[in-house]
């Protein structure tokens, strides 16, 4: 067991210290810092954008009292010397004459289309106030101008849980699809060429006579799964701290809170039947990665090796992405039990509300038992195939080592 372990740990060691894996494990918090420095650099040219508003008008001061993006002066002078001096970018002068208000806006550029809405709606509101006032309506009469229209609805039938029309569920489908399919395609290359380029070496003649090699194909499956839970925790810890942190960043915090319940919920449905056959998934391919890497003499063949095991993830990735406009389809229905594929096919399934836990669990039970049965297997026949160095072909091998 001691040498089992000492080979997983050597395989772990040796890939988390390449430059390609740091790289790999950096560039989505690259992606993310920049986003967030372009978020506050917006966020800060915004905040910048303040307009000075001068009215007598005690009912517009409480509402640009209000605002955060509008600033009240007492005098046009004070708004002039504000501007002047580049504390805000312009300055609306706000009169009054026959109970009618007139807005004349100063500066040298246009006023943004949005300040202007928000403006002209608090305008309208205190206008209304001195027409109503102007007219010496009656509350009755008031009242009735008062009146709104009636607007009813009635449908026979509205899935408010369908897939189509909730964006939590379109989000956990493609964050899942895109999760598994990068980890799938990157550690099934990286797996195969790691056991080809060293079978190439021709030092397992070496090692096999310190231990048995079936014990070495397991140190080498533990070592490069250990290298997927780090990636995948440092992005756990990375999301965490996002999470934690985007209430208090400014440009921020007000989206994230808007999408807070979105993003809590997508979450769950990624952390229940997601993450299972994510786990199986990899671990499937990576099985049979490894086992492709040994059916080759050199390293330089170990992506043609893959390429089986490359066509498959395909075909669950686009088979899954067609069943947004495909439907349930009976196909589906078949592909989401077949290991390899359900992995795919399945936890998509149960997202879109297809698929029951009971369904769920049956094909999570039929993967696991095909991850066991391939272990198993590769792992009694992985000697025999990673000792052939004679350059006969991936099938040749193959049938030689089932001769044992």
Known sequence: MNKIWLVAKETYRREVKTWSYLLMILAPFLLVFFSFVIGMVSAGSSDDNYVGVVTSNSVLKQAIKKSEDFDNYSTEAKAKKAYKDEDIDGYVLIEQKNNQLAATY?????MDSDLKSELLTSLNTVQQQLNLSKAKLTTKQSQSLATRVQFKQKVKHVDKKSFDNDPV???SFWVLLIILYMLVITYTQVTAQDIAT??????MEVIFSSMPGGDYFTG????IFGEII???LIYVVGFVAVYCAAPY???FSDLFGQYKPMIDQAIGNLASWGLVFT?????LFIIFAAFCGALVAKSENANKAVGPLSTLMLIGFLFTVNMQSGGDTIFAKVLSYIPFLSSFVMPARVIMGNATNLEAAISALI???????SFIWIRKIYPNLILQTDDVGPWQNFKRSLRG
């Open 220 to 223: 080498k499956i533990l070592g």
């Open 279 to 283: 786990i199986i998934g990899l671990v």
């Open 230 to 232: 780090t990636q995948v």
């Open 106 to 110: 100063y500066s040298d550029e246009k």
């Open 198 to 203: 060293e079978k190439g070496t021709k030092i």
């Open 249 to 251: 960043i400014d440009g």
């Open 367 to 373: 993967a696991l038992a095909a991850t066991v049965a």
């Open 169 to 171: 569920k379109q989000i």
